[in-house]
């Protein structure tokens, strides 16, 4: 019972200084210095009552480190998967933009030019009711719109109307030309915003394949961990698996410290109950199905590619392909409510800053009675787990 004790508080701690240290830079390994036992070592220590109870706590603070180890990487993984789905938004909304300008540019040359096929139409005109002159020569010679303008507009032989029609055409090239300078910039800018999504989606790629590494090696060595206890222990290799694996799932997912109280920030009223079931139904539809960052659908999910077709199924925008977008719609719309004022249907967002303004780097459902919908990361599927508390923000 002591050594169980003993890797309870080991896993905590070690889990709480992944959840304080991290800010996407990996913890470093406590293993580097920690040789793992070996077969020989751990038979040896079977015949000293001293030896054999600083091997159990030697391997269970190797499994403890390795916990901190798979704890920081899953949350690497969802933090890239989140800047992607950030960086694509950013992508997708200048697209639209370079989109809407060419329609809008387009439309503009077309009055630009209908404009000037009218100035060409007076001139012509002035020709021929012989009033053309100096006035004809300076639209034929004048380099700029503006100083045609200038110039036309100081004869007197052209009429009130053709002068409107003289600054209209101006108007007009000008704001072609203004056009045409936004599309510019919003292109170069398309160019960047490319580029950023096409790097977060390598580094958000990379986080995910860390991670999947990482899980095989641990399952790998917590075979032999395992092993080593139960020989230490004096148990089935089974059973010491379940008592190791149930304090470090307890440990993660269930005592980490609770969320911050926070104060209710406007009446939100109760949700609409037929929504939220049309949303749970889809949501659990997916339970067992993949991973895959930015996935929404069919077979495929991330968290917030989960949750915005769910909600979608039930016909309510919750925001973008994105944990944080879906933050703000939602705070936008006057939706969010304390943690501890939770109902069945509210999102709940994790948060590595305590900051009201600060991305989120995972939503999921809320389900009631502590338990939660999550597309976690890509060593997971689809799930129903317990709350965990670690990193939950307060709205």
């Known amino acids: 019972m002591k050594a ?12 709480m200084v992944a959840g304080l240290t991290f800010g996407g830079i990996a913890v470093q390994s406590a293993l580097a210095d920690r040789p793992y036992p070996s077969e020989q070592e751990v038979q040896d220590a079977r015949n000293s009552v001293t030896k054999k109870k600083a091997m159990i706590e030697r391997i269970q603070g190797i499994i403890a480190d390795l916990t901190v180890e798979q704890v920081d990487l899953e949350k690497t993984a969802m933090i890239k998967a989140e800047k992607y789905n950030q960086a694509r938004d950013e992508e997708a909304a200048i697209a639209a933009k370079v989109t809407e300008l060419e329609k809008k540019v387009a439309a503009a040359a077309a009055e630009a030019e209908q404009a000037q096929t009218q100035l060409a139409q007076i001139a012509s005109q002035m ?3 012989g009033s053309a002159g100096t006035s004809l020569n300076l639209f034929l010679n004048s380099d700029k719109a503006g100083n045609l303008l200038y110039q036309l507009g100081a004869q007197e032989k052209i009429a009130q109307s053709s002068d409107q029609i003289y600054k209209s055409a101006i108007q007009r090239q000008q704001y072609a030309s203004s056009l045409e300078s936004q599309l510019k910039d919003a292109k170069a800018e398309l160019v960047i915003k490319t580029q ?7 580094e958000a790629e990379a986080a995910a394949a860390e991670l999947r590494t990482k899980v095989e090696e641990q399952k790998a060595l917590n075979r032999t961990f395992t092993a080593q206890l139960a020989t230490l222990e004096n148990i089935s290799e089974s059973l010491e698996q379940q008592r190791i694996q149930g304090l470090i799932d307890e440990a993660r997912q269930n005592n980490l410290p609770g969320p911050i109280d926070a104060p209710s920030l406007y009446d939100v009223g109760p949700p609409s109950t037929d929504k939220v079931n049309i949303a749970f139904a889809f949501a659990k539809q997916q339970l067992g ?13 991330d968290c917030s590619g989960i949750t915005k ?7 309510t925008y919750i925001g973008t392909h994105s944990a944080t977008n879906q933050f703000y719609n939602m705070a936008g719309k006057r939706r969010l409510v304390p943690i501890k004022e939770a109902v069945p249907g509210d999102l709940m967002w994790y948060s590595y800053t305590e900051d009201f303004n600060g991305d989120k780097y995972h939503v999921v459902m809320y389900l009631g009675d502590g338990m939660m919908l999550e597309a976690p990361n890509p060593m997971r599927t689809v799930r129903i787990v317990p709350l965990r508390y670690g990193d939950l923000f307060r709205y």
């Open 289 to 301: 199905e993949r991973y895959v960052l930015g996935g929404m659908g069919p077979n495929i999910w």
């Open 4 to 15: 169980l004790k003993s890797l309870r508080k080991r896993v905590l701690a070690s889990v």
């Open 309 to 315: 077709a769910s909600y979608a199924a039930a016909g």
């Open 196 to 202: 950023e999504a096409k790097t977060a989606l390598q």
């Open 127 to 129: 020709w021929r009711d």
